[in-house]
């Protein structure tokens, strides 16, 4: 058994390994099944020789809906097959949350093996069905959800500490800063690991976001004082760009 996590494997195999699954997928679900499709860069081909496998297994719409996942690791490499009813699927994919601009990418390109009935078609429309008022709630949330909350715990840790959660907290400005910024733009980052370069080429960027994101990508996250400045000065700047645009932080005292 191999205990030593993924081992290099060429795209070819890895392509033949998602025809295998696919083939089990068939086995297991027979005609109940509506596509298949693999997502991540394997679809996109820009997998790299220990990069994980990432499937869609649509099923028809039934009475009992259907939303899981097979995840594993066959020894030298790992797979996720998401399980879903159609429907179930349709509804996540013209759902904007705030990680929108990381999620929703495979929604709009899959690579299919199985579409007789053109169901990706489908799905990808549904992906582009969000309103600009979805885009704006989302983004309201973020604000609110986690930059207001962000701030909040900066200012504690600078009075009371531990100053060694200051590196963590500034690497979630960064990242809910780029989700603000991919929402704002409705661009999708092509991959988890390009979400702040990609960032930082988006337009209507919020001052301050720059310095705080290069900081983080350099690494040189060592001086509390330099990450409580960058972090109240991406604060500061994501006040005044929320008022520009009119996103909004605050709400009547009670609002229920």
């Known amino acids: 058994m191999n ?5 290099h494997i060429s795209r070819i195999e890895r392509f033949q390994t998602c025809h295998e699954i696919a083939a089990r997928l068939h086995e297991v679900y027979r005609d109940k099944i509506l596509a298949i499709g693999v997502y991540g860069s394997v679809a ?4 790299g020789p220990f990069s994980d496998i990432e499937m869609f297994c649509v099923l028809s719409e039934s ?3 259907v939303d899981f996942s097979h995840e594993w690791s066959a020894g030298p490499w790992k797979a996720e097959v998401n399980v879903c009813s159609s429907d179930i699927l349709l509804k996540t994919a013209s759902t904007v949350e705030g990680d929108w601009p990381l999620t929703h990418g495979p929604f709009f390109s899959p690579l299919r093996l199985y579409d007789p009935k053109d169901f ?39 009075i009371n500490g531990p100053r060694t959660y200051l590196p963590y907290l500034i690497m979630q400005f ?9 929402l704002h733009n409705q661009k999708l980052f092509s991959t988890g690991s390009m979400v702040l370069p ?59």
Request: hydrophobic residues 40%; glycine residues 8%.
């Open 3 to 7: 205990m030593n996590g993924p081992t």
């Open 44 to 47: 996109k081909g820009t997998d």
């Open 63 to 65: 009475n009992a809906p």
């Open 120 to 158: 990706f078609s489908i799905l990808k429309e549904a992906a582009e069905s969000p309103t600009k008022e979805d885009f704006r709630h989302a983004i309201n949330e973020v604000l609110v959800g986690e930059m207001y909350e962000f701030i909040g715990k900066l200012r504690n840790v600078s």
């Open 174 to 182: 960064a990242q809910y800063g780029a989700m603000l910024v991919g």
């Open 198 to 256: 990609e960032a930082l080429e988006l337009p209507s960027r919020p001052q301050g976001f720059d310095h705080l994101v290069k900081m983080v990508m350099s690494g040189d996250l060592a001086e509390s004082t330099k990450i409580i400045s960058a972090c109240e000065n991406f604060w500061s700047g994501l006040v005044s760009w929320a008022v520009e645009h009119d996103y909004h932080m605050n709400s009547q005292r009670i609002p229920f």
